[in-house]
Nanobody, 128 residues
Framework: EVQVVESGGGLVQAGGSLRLSCAVS????????IGWFRQAPGKEREGVSC????????YYLDSVKGRFTISSDNATNMAYLQMNSLKPEDTAVYYC?????????????????????WGQGTQVTVTS
């Protein structure tokens, strides 16, 4: 059984940093893709970033480029989203998702339907 568990959310002032962690277990292959999504109140969920563990290709939403960094530790099956220079508009519930069939390149917006395995979400609140 595949499990995805996020952690690391919290309350931070604008300009601050947070690191989200995602623990993935249960895949029979290491070549899965990790996606980070977020959903702000009253808005649809959007793809923020992804990383293909097989070739380290990454994608970033334009609004987070230069501020967020996704990484994957293949030895521990952990993924991270380092979020710097946070803004109030980054406030949302952040979800980690994983799938063997999900696609990720620098130009490919993460599609929710490509990810079968999701974490429970972690709240990130940025105050001004």
């Amino acid at each position: 059984e595949v499990q995805v568990v996020e952690s690391g959310g919290g309350l931070v002032q604008a300009g601050g940093s947070l690191r989200l962690s995602c623990a993935v277990s249960g895949f029979t292959s290491d070549g899965y893709t990790i996606g980070w999504f977020r959903q702000a109140p009253g808005k649809e969920r959007e793809g923020v970033s992804c990383i293909d563990r097989s070739d380290a290709m990454t994608y970033y939403l334009d609004s987070v480029k230069g501020r967020f960094t996704i990484s994957s530790d293949n030895a521990t099956n952990m993924a991270y989203l380092q979020m710097n220079s946070l803004k109030p508009e980054d406030t949302a519930v952040y979800y980690c998702a994983a799938d063997l069939a999900a696609y990720c390149t620098e130009d490919y917006y993460p599609r929710e339907y490509e990810y079968d395995f999701w974490g429970q979400g972690t709240q990130v609140t940025v105050t001004s």
